[in-house]
């Protein structure tokens, strides 16, 4: 009876374990997705435009993305339902036309997150860009093809996290920004721009991203209303981390563009590493976007290919398809042989346009179909906030409409 006992607390203590890397795998998920190559392109290049000024189109965007996760993890894990399914249910087709700009958004992006692997152990260790990038794949792959390819996950993605928050803290130290003056633009900014901020919101909550974290919580089977507390908890703590990191690197680069040194515009972050530390700058720089990258060419693929599947699709056709969506995009980026830093800003910009369809049938779900939430009644000052953030992503994106044809007049 003793033994009996003692083997159900084990099993009890292995399931909580179990779920709490989940949870947490989930959260970082969401967050390491949003910090890829292109996150810390858009970031050094908007300090350097902008100042400290930027501050406040950061904070903007920590504001919609909270309100947009915590409505969107809501009601897809309280649904259990993937994005596209739910949109199917509600009007027939809007969820495979949703899954259809997904995908296109997912193989942009990871186009140029593989290159920012390439780019990162070029100068980390000097491996040609081409060769890093393919290596870097290829990690990927067996990650996802390794047996027990979840928990996998969620504990690379868990480490990675944690590594890119102490080296940004390690950064932002270093170059001794203006921290006050930082602040003091958070809420009182010399000049604004939607443009920016649309963006910053594509390339942390937009397109595959706002699903990421989210889409793995149903795939790690922590869905339904019992498990609401831990859902807005998680999707939270998950903008706050993307956000944190977000931050640090703002600083850290500002300590440099304040001092005056020229950046060169077409690699702002590596300039400003190299400046700020020298020859271990830029090794420093490749660590980062190396992690950056490899991190977010997981949760692209993970994200993408779940917009493809259900979570009753064989783990061998799951594989297939991860399978060939790195090699899709790695193949698009040894023969591009590179992905542009207005490319990496572009799809950002373009996620911010496509965000507000999936965010509107989030919210379709929320009001009216009580029913796909297993009968959960749906917060009313929650859903509130949600149509504001819609409101918002859809003045925005229509701004952005403009950046977006003006980079790629320019670009």
Not at 26 to 36: C, H, I, N, Q
Not at 270 to 296: D, H, N, P
């Amino acid at each position: 009876m003793a033994e009996t006992t003692a083997e159900t607390s084990a099993a009890a203590a292995k399931r909580r374990r179990t779920r709490r890397t989940a949870l947490l795998g989930a959260m970082f998920l969401m967050a390491t997705s949003a910090v890829g190559p292109g996150f810390i392109t858009q970031t050094a290049t908007f300090t350097h435009q902008l100042g400290a000024a930027f501050a406040f189109a950061i904070l903007v965007s920590v504001l919609i993305d909270i309100a947009v996760q915590l409505n969107v993890w809501r009601v897809i894990g309280v649904s259990g339902l993937y994005a596209q399914h739910l949109g199917n249910r509600i009007l027939p087709g809007v969820g495979w036309a949703l899954a259809v700009l997904i995908f296109f958004g997912g193989v942009v992006f990871n186009i140029g997150n593989i290159a920012g692997a390439g780019m990162g152990l070029n100068a980390l260790a000097g491996l040609d860009a081409r060769i890093g990038g393919a290596l870097s794949v290829a990690i990927a792959l067996l990650i996802f093809l390794s047996k027990r390819a979840g928990i996998a996950l969620d504990r690379v993605v868990v480490a990675c996290g944690a590594l890119l928050i102490l080296l940004m803290i390690y950064m932002s130290i270093t170059t001794a920004p203006p921290v006050g003056e930082a602040l003091k633009q958070t809420v009182l900014p010399e000049q604004v721009d939607f443009f920016v901020i649309t963006t910053l919101v594509g390339g942390t909550v937009g397109g595959y991203i706002t699903y990421a974290g989210a889409h793995r919580l149903i795939a790690s089977g922590n869905t339904g209303p019992e498990n609401v507390r831990a859902i807005t908890r998680t999707s939270v703590m998950g903008i706050v981390v993307a956000s944190i990191i977000r931050f640090l690197l703002f600083l850290a680069i500002l300590g440099v563009v304040t001092t005056g040194v020229s950046l060169a515009e077409d690699n702002v972050a590596a300039e400003a590493f190299g400046a700020a530390l020298g020859e271990i700058g830029l090794r420093v720089f490749g660590l980062v976007f190396w992690v950056a990258a490899i991190t977010s060419i997981l949760g692209a693929t993970f994200t993408t290919v779940s917009f493809l599947t259900t979570p009753k699709t064989s783990e061998r056709t799951k594989n297939l398809y991860f399978a060939g969506f790195l090699v899709l995009t790695c193949s698009v980026f040894l023969a591009l042989g590179q992905a542009p830093q207005t490319l990496l800003i572009m799809a950002g910009a373009f996620n911010g346009v496509v965000l507000p369809l999936g965010f509107t049938v989030v919210l379709y779900a929320a009001w009216r179909r009580r029913d796909l939430l297993q009968g959960y009644r749906y917060p009313t000052w929650l859903l509130i906030i949600g149509v504001l953030a819609w409101l918002l992503t859809l003045y925005m994106g229509a701004n952005s409409l403009t950046g977006l044809a003006d980079l790629w007049m320019t670009g």
